[in-house]
């Protein structure tokens, strides 16, 4: 079988990805997968976690993770379609009206 | 005891100050408005007395037992063992400080209804001055450090609006944030300060921040409190060594609480807010920058004697501080051209004097000089108030000059207050300063006993130049040619605006140089009826018609009663106010020291070399206990009295057994040493000035030492420019748009498929929240390293 | 490896009672959506006053429940929920902040024409998710109740659609909060997976079968505090703890996670950064207190002076200090050099988060009897901070007019005596924030400091003190500006409207009564201490 840390190097690279891909990225589609990655990553940690446990909670809160998930890009959508109306542009370095 | 009258002499200011900005604003009444404002503080000053000296008030100064008059309100914070109640008290020492309080704000309140006459803001000014009394007397009535804090940050408030009063001018609004500021920098100070009391009675059994014992039914239920001066002053003394100021100790408390002292009472090194601060009204100068606000400081290092007299290098450091703030501020007040500056370094000066005497132990002798100080400097003040408002807001003296014709009243009253400040004989100032100078010289304080023939010499040198500058300042003023009719020094454009302004053609322009301290009239605009109240005299009528015609002639002259009465009160205060302290050396015992009497009981005596009772390895000695008889040696030590902590009566006061002869010959010769320096100076100062009134002054005393540039250049310009490019930068753009900016031309540079790798401000953020999170995780692993060590071991 | 997905079915333990309060107000929330789809746009009003409404019955099952969070029913949801007076406190805040920004928000939707029925929805869905980030005895409800703050303030930030900043401000918030809520849920996967200890042959209450059942982690925060010292992966509880703190550390704007707070509260809706200011934060704080002071409490083991419960003690509390102190300062010293007021406020509030945190620490480093002494003086200063930032956050609404035009402190030149009621207020709110005595902020700020220096963090209150002196600076220059100079352009004072002047008299009386009469509300927050770590089953 496959040893547990195994799966948590796995997911805790996936997550570095995703927060490496955050930074470096400047459209926000992309930086919005990242994130997804991230979670993704997490759920990963959660599964392993639940099965080399024999534990089902922690499969049921992956469950919960991705409804979060679900709601989190309809509202991330909602707010890259109102940006792109007004500046037509993705790019999130263009979105800097805001500094000192 | 319990009286509520307490509440009454604070909270009568207050529904003063309401009633005129809720009615005031609306009638713009000034009869009114005078009547309001003066009244509510006589009605104060009434209960004050009341309380003090009628055995139904509860005797607070002259009863035989000296506890205090007690007011409990209600219990105001209360977490685990930290208790503040809103309660006043009434001891002997917050008794004269209510009574000359009171008293000398409502004569300066009965000014200040003439000074102002006319102003556009007249409600505002009395609802802000009617403020700052109720703020002023909450500081000294309150009954634990905390709401003495509420008083003093209000008092700062006060001060703030007052100074700031002239919106119209910049550099109104400019010293009055500076003020703010810079007792905000002195109040952590306090803040740490009370928080250390409270540290250290808890670690002693009793937590408190009191300062009095309160009973049970004082409070209202619970357990009563107990006095927290009390407590401290029951431990033993702190060892004199630098080393004690970082220990955590009482010498760190008295410390803490020393430099919001520094703060509030303009000591040297935060001085510098109080002769900035002359931009506000000259009443407003004369009430809380002269007379009360800036003595708050030594109230609270007074009423903390217990903690001071416990902590011998706290008190090296008040007189060394009081003595070089004394001398600094006098040799730059000789230098200075406006004549309110002039009074302002004075002020700052004498408040060394105060803290000199705090530091070498003589706290009723500070006290004194609190006092008598008060009413000279207030006189001083008002005077050279009266003195601008007759010159039509001209403040440099160098365009005065011959004024004693013109306004002989003026001239009279003020003649009182330099010879007081000088040290004249048997006026209030010679008393006081005497006092502080032979305490000076004889103390057997643990901190200041091998400094004492120094700071004595520095107190002879200060007053010296004290006689020399207050004569220069009356010479300038009221002898001499009559310079303001010539037109120099940039004189002919002021007066020329002034006269345009007066006519009430020419609306009040601040901008233009030497603008002094002008109250706003509306140009052509009507002003109602000037305030008079039952102080001004049956001559206030007469001074109506007058007023009308107030801007017309050219020429000096004398201000209305409303003005000059309470010179004339004032002056009397300034000459007769020492009697009540002649010391036992002069009078021989024909005349009782009252002052020292009445205030022996509650603060504390200062530890003493040479007495009995070792402590610890340094030569560090305890005072005789309450009980115990001084020392022989120490038989003049009448003015450091013997009880520790309040409340408590204690032995005969010592200044009843007649002292040492020797002592008694040595102090008359020290006395006589006063009274020749003050004729020195006096003499000095008028045979020069006389002859060349206008000789400059050595520039670097005309620009104080360029202190305020020092501080700009060394304090103000690095923290403005350290917030706005270091800070700032490093965690918001700067170092991460950087390194980020520098990844991007790196990777351009070998070609990388990174090319879009751009500074971008989201990125930049996500990569200092990475940043952090990895601090964190990293500091999180070092103990996850530890813990596992431990596991496997 | 054998699952059984075969769960025998069992009625739920809900205990309804104890989640009135949260019921209440997700049922408003859904009546204000109806009402709002079903009568079209003319119904501000309605939709404010259900609000209202919803939200002052929320406060009385709030209050009602207040007697018995000291009895023993005080788990609902199978220990998901707890009821004890910490929650109860931080709900009552959640509550004030939420009624106040409905008051608030009033005049600017009217200004700006915008859908008022959608943002009261939103406003009391972001309040149920505080609720239940104060209520949450279990990791993942924690999580559950920031999510749907979280994802209701983006869509709030950016709800001026056709606002540049504002859609900037929106896009910011997101990308960030989600960035951190990424950690913050990888930091409750480490935890669950740290806390895996070998179970007996009973079922456990999540219900999987027992004979099959080796291991079990735990997210329940009463059942982390027991296996912190025995939990099978040490090292994977640290990692964990870590993340929660950045995750935590995001929400309540601690420096360094504090970057996003300026441009997000720049840009957003003047209302929406008062309630972003106020309510999230505080949230953010109920959850961080009762996750680290309860999951992860001082636990020596038996024969071992540095067992692992203490040394993830000593890291978090250590990591805590330095939050403080950064947070205090930066806030602060930044705050200095800034000219737009409400990016003025902004970093205000990260420095008074860092206050804040100073209680917190002391909260820490206190024995459970003191320690609900410091999370009442915590609670306190939020509350004093909620009222006094909501009324300054009132009066910048109403002087920033439609489209938040005016809030450059140039804007507020001069203003001091043509409209003195709003800028004697806002100098009232301001001298607050700066902890002058007599008002709330003062009262606040000796809660905490004395707590910190009862638990002897002497260095961190003299900083704390210095820093309260900085702040004096701006916060001065603000008012004399407003007194002290003279205004260069055009400026007609504007009427104050009555839901506004009920919010300003509200606050008013608010910030005074806490700084003269502390006493009542503080000792209703500590009435009991938050439930034990042994009550647990």
Redesign the interface.
Same mark, same amino acid.
């Given at each position: *079988?496959i040893p547990l840390s195994w799966y =948590?190097a796995l997911s805790a690279v996936l997550?570095t990805i995703?927060?490496v891909g +955050? !930074? @470096?990225?400047?459209n +926000?589609i992309s *930086? &919005?997968m990242c !994130?997804e990655l *991230? =979670?993704n990553?997490?759920n990963l940690? &959660?599964v392993a /976690?639940s %099965?080399? /446990?024999?534990?089902?909670?922690?499969q $049921? /809160?992956v469950f @919960?993770?991705m409804t979060?998930a679900a709601?989190?890009a309809a509202?991330?959508l909602? !707010? +890259?379609i109102? @940006?792109f109306r007004?500046?037509e542009s993705l790019d +999130?370095?263009d979105? %800097?009206? $805001?500094? =000192? | 005891m319990t009286n509520h009258l307490l509440s009454i002499v604070v909270f009568a200011p207050l529904a003063g100050a309401l009633i005129n900005w809720l009615v005031g604003r609306r009638t713009r009444n000034e009869t009114l408005i005078g009547f309001v404002a003066c009244g509510a503080v006589a009605v104060s000053a009434l209960a004050a007395f009341t309380i003090a000296f009628t055995g139904w008030g509860g005797a607070a100064l002259t009863g035989d037992a000296a506890t205090p008059v007690m007011s409990h309100l209600w219990t105001w914070i209360q977490v685990g063992s930290f208790r503040a109640d809103f309660g006043f008290a009434m001891d002997r020492l917050s008794g004269i400080y209510a009574c000359f309080v009171t008293f000398v704000g409502l004569l300066i309140h009965v000014f200040a209804t003439g000074y102002m006459h006319g102003d556009k803001g007249f409600y505002r000014f009395f609802a802000y001055l009617n403020l700052f009394m109720f703020m002023m007397l909450t500081l000294v009535l309150a009954d634990n450090l905390l709401l003495m804090f509420v008083g003093w940050e209000g008092v700062g408030l006060c001060s703030y609006l007052l100074i700031g009063y002239y919106t119209d001018r910049k550099e109104a609004g400019d010293a009055a944030k500076k003020a703010f500021v810079v007792n905000r920098i002195g109040d952590w100070g306090v803040v740490l300060g009370i928080m250390l009391v409270f540290f250290l009675t808890s670690h002693a059994g009793a937590p408190s921040i009191s300062f009095f014992d309160k009973t049970a039914a004082t409070v209202g239920g619970g357990d009563g409190v107990k006095s927290a001066l009390a407590t401290i002053g029951a431990m033993p003394i702190e060892a004199f060594g630098w080393q004690m100021i970082f220990a955590g100790g009482i010498t760190s408390a008295a410390v803490l609480l020393f430099i919001g002292a520094t703060g509030k009472s303009a000591q040297i090194p935060l001085y510098v807010w109080l002769p900035d601060a002359m931009a506000g009204p000259t009443p407003v100068s004369a009430l809380i920058h002269a007379a009360t606000m800036v003595t708050a400081g030594v109230y609270m290092v007074v009423r903390c004697s217990a903690i001071f007299s416990h902590a011998p290098t706290a008190l090296f450091i008040v007189a060394i501080i009081g003595a070089a703030t004394a001398i600094f501020a006098a040799s730059v007040g000789i230098a200075q051209n406006d004549i309110k500056k002039v009074l302002a370094y004075s002020t700052v000066s004498q408040l060394g004097y105060m803290f000199l005497a705090c530091g070498v132990g003589a706290f009723v002798a500070a006290i004194f000089h609190v006092m008598t100080h008060a009413f000279f400097k207030a006189l001083l003040f008002l005077g050279s108030g009266s003195v601008i408002h007759g010159m039509h807001h001209e403040q440099d003296m160098r365009r005065m000059g011959g004024l004693r014709k013109y306004m002989p009243v003026t001239f009279a009253a003020m003649t009182v207050g330099w010879l007081a400040i000088s040290g004249f004989p048997l006026l209030s100032g010679f008393f006081s300063k005497d006092e502080i100078l032979w305490k000076t010289w004889s103390t057997e304080s643990v901190g200041t006993a091998g400094v004492g023939k120094f700071l004595w010499v520095v107190g002879i040198v200060t007053a010296v130049i004290t006689a020399i500058y207050m004569t220069r300042l009356m010479v300038m003023t009221f002898w001499g040619g009559e310079r303001f009719r010539e037109t120099r020094a940039g004189g002919e454009a002021d007066e020329a605006h002034a006269h345009a302004y007066d006519a009430g053609t020419k609306p009040h322009d601040a901008s233009l140089p030497s603008a002094g301290d002008r109250p706003r009239h509306e140009p052509g605009g009507s002003v109602g009826a000037p305030g008079h109240d039952a102080a001004a005299g049956p001559h206030a009528l007469e001074d109506e018609d007058e007023e009308e015609e107030h801007h017309g002639p050219v020429e000096p002259r004398e201000s209305p009663s409303t003005m000059t009465v309470p010179l004339v009160v004032l002056a009397f205060l300034s000459v007769v106010g020492g009697w009540v302290g002649i010391p036992y050396a002069l009078s021989g015992g024909a005349v009782p020291n009252y002052f020292e009497r009445t205030l022996e009981p509650v603060v504390a005596r200062a530890p003493e070399a040479g007495a009995a009772n070792a402590q610890g390895e340094s030569a560090l000695q305890r005072g005789a206990g309450a009980s115990a008889q001084p020392p022989a040696a120490h038989g003049n030590e009448g003015a450091v009295p013997q009880s520790v902590g309040e409340g408590e009566a204690g032995g005969v006061p010592a200044s009843e057994h007649a002292p040492d002869p020797a002592e008694i010959s040595r102090e008359r010769l020290f006395t006589i040493i006063s009274v020749v320096v003050a004729l020195v100076g006096i003499g000095v100062g008028w045979l020069w000035f006389q002859r060349k009134p206008l000789y400059e002054m050595p520039r670097l005393l005309e620009n104080k030492y360029y202190v305020d540039e020092i501080y700009d250049a060394a304090l103000v310009e690095p923290i403005k420019t350290g917030s706005r490019e270091g800070l700032w930068r490093f965690f918001d753009v700067g170092v991460i748009d950087g390194i980020v900016n520098g990844m991007g031309r790196g990777m351009r540079e070998i070609g990388s498929l990174l090319r879009f790798l751009q500074p971008g401000f989201v990125r930049s953020y996500a990569a200092i929240i990475l940043i952090g999170a990895l601090a964190v995780v990293g500091y999180f692993a070092y103990f996850a390293y530890n813990a596992v060590l431990v596991i496997n071991r | 490896m054998n699952l059984s997905f075969a769960i025998p079915l069992s009625a739920p333990d809900v205990n309804f009672r104890l989640l009135l309060p949260e019921l209440i107000l997700s049922v408003t929330g859904v009546v204000v959506m109806l009402v709002d789809a079903f009568t079209g746009r003319s119904q501000r009003r309605a939709t404010a006053t259900l609000s209202l409404a919803g939200l002052a019955a929320t406060a009385w099952a709030t209050l009602w429940l207040w007697p018995s969070a000291q009895g023993a029913d005080t788990r609902a949801w199978g220990g998901m929920i707890v009821l004890d007076p910490m929650r109860l406190s931080f709900t009552l805040v959640f509550l004030i902040v939420a009624a106040l920004t409905v008051l608030i928000s009033a005049i600017w939707v009217e200004w700006e024409g915008l859908p008022a029925g959608e943002f009261h929805t939103l406003l009391l869905f972001a309040t149920v998710g505080m609720m239940l980030m104060a209520s949450g005895n279990d990791l993942v409800m924690i999580f559950l109740g920031l999510e749907i703050l979280s994802i209701a303030t983006y869509v709030m930030a950016g709800f001026r659609k056709n606002d540049l900043r504002s859609n900037e401000s929106s896009l910011k918030y997101f990308i960030l909060g989600s960035f951190s809520s990424a950690f913050l849920l990888y930091g409750i996967a480490l935890v669950y997976g740290a806390t895996a200890h070998e179970v007996s042959a009973q079922p456990q209450a999540s219900g999987a079968l027992a004979q099959h059942v080796i291991l079990a982690g735990t997210t329940n925060i009463s059942a982390i505090a027991e296996r912190v010292n025995d939990g099978l992966y040490p090292p994977l509880l640290f990692a964990g703890a870590a993340m929660l703190m950045i995750g935590f550390g995001f929400k309540i704007a601690s420096a360094p996670f504090h970057v996003w707070t300026p441009d997000v509260y720049e840009g957003a809706p003047t209302p929406v950064t008062a309630f972003m200011a106020a309510g999230p934060k505080a949230a953010g704080f109920a959850a961080f207190m009762r996750v680290f002071l309860l999951a992860f409490p001082f636990v020596a083991a038996s024969g071992q002076m540095r067992s692992t419960g203490a040394q993830l003690h000593d890291a978090w509390l250590g990591a805590l200090w330095i939050l403080a102190v950064l947070t205090m300062t930066v806030g602060n010293v930044v705050a200095l050099v800034q000219t737009n007021v409400k990016r003025m406020l902004a970093y205000s509030s990260i420095a008074h988060a860092g206050y804040a945190l100073v209680g917190f620490v002391a909260a820490g480093a206190a024995d459970s009897a003191h320690q609900t002494d410091a999370v009442a003086a915590v609670v306190f200063y939020l509350l004093a901070y909620a009222v006094m930032n909501l009324g300054a956050f009132a009066v910048v609404t109403l002087i920033a007019r439609s489209g938040d035009r005016r809030t450059d402190i140039e804007d507020y030149r001069g203003i001091g005596f043509d409209s003195p009621a709003l800028s004697l207020t806002l100098s009232l709110f301001l001298l607050s924030l700066l902890g002058v005595p007599l008002t709330a902020g003062f009262m606040g700020k000796v809660m905490v400091f004395s707590q910190a220096l009862g638990e002897g963090y002497k260095w961190l209150v003299v900083i704390g003190v210095l820093n309260t002196a900085i702040s004096v600076y701006y916060y001065l220059g603000l008012i004399v500006v407003m007194f002290f100079r003279e205004r260069t352009t055009e400026w007609r004072a504007p009427r104050i409207p009555t839901t506004l002047a009920v919010v300003l008299v509200l606050t008013v009386a608010g910030v005074i009564y806490l700084g003269l009469f502390p006493g009542r509300v503080i000792n209703a927050f500590r009435a009991v201490q938050p439930i034990a770590v042994s009550s647990l089953r």
């Open positions: *079988m =948590l997550f995703g927060v +955050v !930074i @470096i990225k400047r +926000v *930086m &919005f !994130i *991230m =979670l990553a997490v940690t &959660f /976690f %099965s080399y /446990f024999g534990d089902v909670t922690g $049921l /809160f @919960i993770v979060v709601a989190e509202v991330g909602g !707010i +890259v109102a @940006i007004n500046r +999130v370095d979105a %800097s009206v $805001l500094r =000192l | - | -």
